[in-house]
C-alpha cells in the first residue's frame, strides 16, 4: 500500500492539474488561442529556462558514473532506432508518426524524473538524474526535431536542404538553451560565483522555469477532448505499450544482464526516472512549435502519465522485492 500511495502521491497532482485546464477551457475561462500562446510561452521561454537551469545544477564534473551514463545513451538510441523502424513500415500518417517516434525517447526527465527519483532515492538519485539530464536533454531534442524532418513530404537531402536543416537546429530555442547550459558546466566555478553574488539572476531563471509544470499541464488537459481521444485509440494504445511497458522491460532486463560490468548500484532510482516515466509534457509544446500535431501529443502525455501510476507502482514494488531500491 505504501508502495502505491507513493506513486499516487507522485502523479495525481500532474493529473489534477491537467483536469483543472480541461475545465477551464469547458467552462471558456480560456479558449484556444489562449492554448496556443500559452505552448509558445512554454516553448520559447519557459522550457528552455528550465533546460538551462537543470544544466547548470551540475557542478560535479568528478560525480559522472560513466559506464551508466553510456549505456543510457545507448539505450536511448537504439529505443529510438527501433521506434523509427517500426513506424517507417507503418501505415499511419505522418503526422501520427513524428508524435509517436518521440513517446518512445522523450520522457518525462526533468517534471516527472527530477521529483520521483528524489522521493526513490534521495539526494544521491537526484545528483545522478541531473548528470543523465545533462547528456540525454541534448539528445532527446536533436533527435525530437529530426522526427518532424525524416517524413515530411519536403524533405530534401541537398546540400541547401541540409544547411537550413542544421542552422535551423542550432538556432532552435531548446538547442540554445542546451549550449549555454554546456557553457555553464565549462564555467561552473565562475558560474556559481556569480550566481552566489548577483542572486537575482538564478531566482528570476528559477521562477520562470517553476512555471513550466504547471502551465504545460494546464495547456495539455486544455486541449483534450473525451470524443478526440477515440480518434486516437491506436496511437494511444501504442505509446503505453511502448513507453510504459517496452522501454522499461527492454532497458531494465538488459540493464541486469550486463551489471557483470556495468555497476548500476546506487543508480536504480534514476534509471527508473529516466527510463520509466511517461512521455514529457514538453512533447505537447515541442509538437506544437514544430506543427506538428499538438492534439494526439497532449492525448498521449495524459494517457501515459495516467498509466504511470500503475506502471511505477509495479516497477517500485518489483525492485524494492529485488533488493535494488
Not at 477551464?24 to 475561462?29: C, E, P, V
Not at 502551465?215 to 486544455?222: D, K, S, W
Not at 492534439?295 to 502525455?301: Q, R
Request: aromatic share 12%; net charge positive; glycine share 6%.
Amino acid at each position: 500500500m505504501d508502495h502505491f500511495l507513493f506513486a499516487l502521491n507522485a502523479l495525481m497532482p500532474l493529473l489534477l492539474i491537467a483536469v483543472v485546464g480541461y475545465f477551464m477551457r469547458k467552462s471558456n475561462m480560456i479558449n484556444g488561442n489562449f492554448v496556443s500562446g500559452l505552448n509558445k510561452i512554454i516553448f520559447y521561454v519557459s522550457l528552455p529556462v528550465l533546460i538551462f537551469v537543470t544544466l547548470s545544477q551540475v557542478d560535479d564534473l568528478g560525480a559522472f558514473n560513466w559506464p551508466v551514463i553510456i549505456y543510457s545513451v545507448i539505450m536511448l538510441t537504439v529505443i529510438s532506432l527501433i521506434g523509427f523502424i517500426y513506424l517507417h513500415f507503418s501505415t499511419m500518417n505522418t503526422k501520427t508518426k513524428e508524435v509517436l517516434l518521440q513517446a518512445f525517447f522523450r520522457g518525462n526527465f526533468v517534471i516527472i524524473g527530477v521529483p520521483l527519483a528524489l522521493r526513490l532515492g534521495g539526494q544521491e538519485a537526484l545528483n545522478i538524474v541531473i548528470l543523465l539530464n545533462a547528456f540525454l536533454i541534448p539528445i532527446t531534442n536533436v533527435f525530437s526535431i529530426l522526427s518532424f524532418k525524416i517524413w515530411r513530404p519536403d524533405h530534401k537531402m541537398s546540400f541547401s536542404a541540409f544547411k537550413r536543416f542544421v542552422v535551423g537546429t542550432l538556432l532552435n530555442p531548446l538547442m540554445i538553451a542546451i549550449f549555454l547550459g554546456v557553457l555553464t558546466l565549462i564555467f561552473s566555478r565562475q558560474y556559481h560565483a556569480f550566481a552566489q553574488t548577483i542572486t537575482f539572476v538564478p531566482e528570476t531563471l528559477q521562477l520562470i522555469a517553476s512555471t513550466v509544470t504547471p502551465m504545460a499541464l494546464i495547456a495539455v488537459g486544455a486541449q483534450f477532448q473525451m470524443k478526440q481521444a477515440r480518434l486516437f485509440v491506436k496511437p494511444i494504445v501504442i505509446a503505453l505499450l511502448g513507453r510504459m511497458v517496452l522501454v522499461p522491460a527492454f532497458v531494465f532486463v538488459l540493464a541486469l544482464t550486463v551489471f557483470s560490468f556495468v555497476d548500476f548500484t546506487g543508480t536504480w532510482p534514476a534509471m527508473i526516472a529516466i527510463f520509466a516515466s511517461p512521455i514529457g509534457i514538453s512533447t505537447v509544446a515541442i509538437t506544437k512549435g514544430l506543427q506538428g500535431d499538438d492534439e494526439l501529443a497532449s492525448h498521449l502525455v495524459l494517457f501515459t502519465t495516467a498509466f504511470a501510476v500503475i506502471s511505477i507502482f509495479i516497477l517500485v514494488v518489483i525492485f524494492r522485492g529485488a533488493g535494488l531500491l
